[in-house]
């Protein structure tokens, strides 16, 4: 079965530079990488660029935009969003990642940080739509609902993506592992998802307690990506770790052992 896989830059810690990245990338026969805004300002997007044309790399993602509630994390890496959908154009992403911004005040009403966020997606989605860039919105996990982000299910996101024919939801399988939509969409809607970022879920003391291999995980993954291919969908599987993931393991492995879990579970 035919299936295309990514692996995401935030696996990398900051001693490893774009370049190694996507040189390991390339050689474990992975065809696309997601790009982060470390790796922007890392290397300026004509570097960039060109480094992925010599590694024969596409650009499955780029994160990040959106925070519509002004919940934005503050980083060295700043570009504007309009910035961001002018570099997703030119490297040709499949997906922007739109992250909606948490509610901050739990004393103040979520439905006011909804409005925020319609409002902020319906100014945004036109200019991407004029750059041929499509928006991925990714539902976040309630533990995230203050910071990062209160949209958490897939239902509310499909809501708000539906106005916008170039808003599509990204999912996370870490972040909506539970949510009871997540094979349904799949299997209903494959058309508005644009990517599922992949990795299993460790469970210790009955809690999700991080991101894992597919194959070291608790998560029935081979159930999981059948339920996604058998569903329609036919985007991009993009592998998402984070350093603290890595707990001293090869980075080369994993990305290397990405390739072979993935076709382990759908050959199971």
Same mark, same amino acid.
């Given at each position: 079965? *035919?299936? @295309? ?5 935030y696996?990398?810690? !900051? ?8 040189e ?11 790009? @982060?805004?470390?790796?922007? +300002?890392?290397?300026?997007?004509? =570097?960039? =660029? ?17 925070? +519509?509630t #002004? ?8 570009f @504007? ?11 040709? &992403?499949? &997906? ?13 009403p ?14 945004? &989605? ?5 750059? %041929?860039?499509?928006? #991925? ?5 309630p533990?995230?609902?203050? @910071?990062? %982000? ?5 239902a509310? #996101? ?15 399988? *870490?972040?909506?592992?539970? !949510?009871?939509?997540l ?31 597919? =194959?070291?995980? !608790?998560l ?10 058998? %569903? #329609?969908?036919?985007?991009?599987f ?13 980075l080369?492995?994993?990305? !290397? ?12």
């Amino acid at each position: 079965m *035919d299936y @295309t896989l990514s692996v995401n830059h935030y696996i990398c810690g !900051d001693d490893v530079a774009f370049p190694q990245f996507a040189e390991m990338v390339s050689a474990a026969g992975i065809e696309q990488v997601g790009v @982060t805004r470390a790796a922007l +300002f890392e290397m300026g997007v004509p =570097a960039l =660029a060109q480094c992925l044309r010599d590694n024969g790399l596409g650009v499955s993602s780029i994160s990040s935009v959106g925070y +519509f509630t #002004g919940t934005r994390p503050e980083t060295k890496d700043n570009f @504007t969003d309009d910035e961001m959908i002018d570099i997703a154009a030119e490297l040709g &992403a499949e &997906a922007l990642t739109v992250i909606t911004g948490g509610v901050s005040d739990p004393s103040q009403p979520a439905a006011e940080a909804y409005e925020r966020i319609k409002s902020g997606l319906a100014e945004m &989605a036109p200019l991407a739509e004029a750059k %041929g860039v499509v928006l #991925g919105l990714e539902p976040l996990h309630p533990n995230y609902f203050l @910071t990062l %982000g209160c949209i958490n299910t897939i239902a509310h #996101g499909l809501e708000l993506i539906k106005p916008h024919a170039n808003a599509k939801l990204l999912l996370d399988v *870490d972040l909506s592992w539970w !949510d009871p939509d997540l094979a349904g969409v799949l299997r209903e809607e494959p058309e508005e998802v644009v990517l599922i970022q992949m990795c299993n879920v460790k469970v210790e003391n009955n809690r999700a307690a991080g991101r894992e291999t597919l =194959a070291a995980g !608790d998560l029935d993954m081979s159930r999981l990506i059948g339920d996604f291919l058998a %569903g #329609g969908f036919r985007g991009t599987f993009e592998f998402e770790l984070f350093p603290g993931d890595l707990r001293g393991r090869d980075l080369r492995s994993l990305i !290397d052992g990405y390739a072979q879990e993935f076709a382990d579970c759908v050959a199971a």
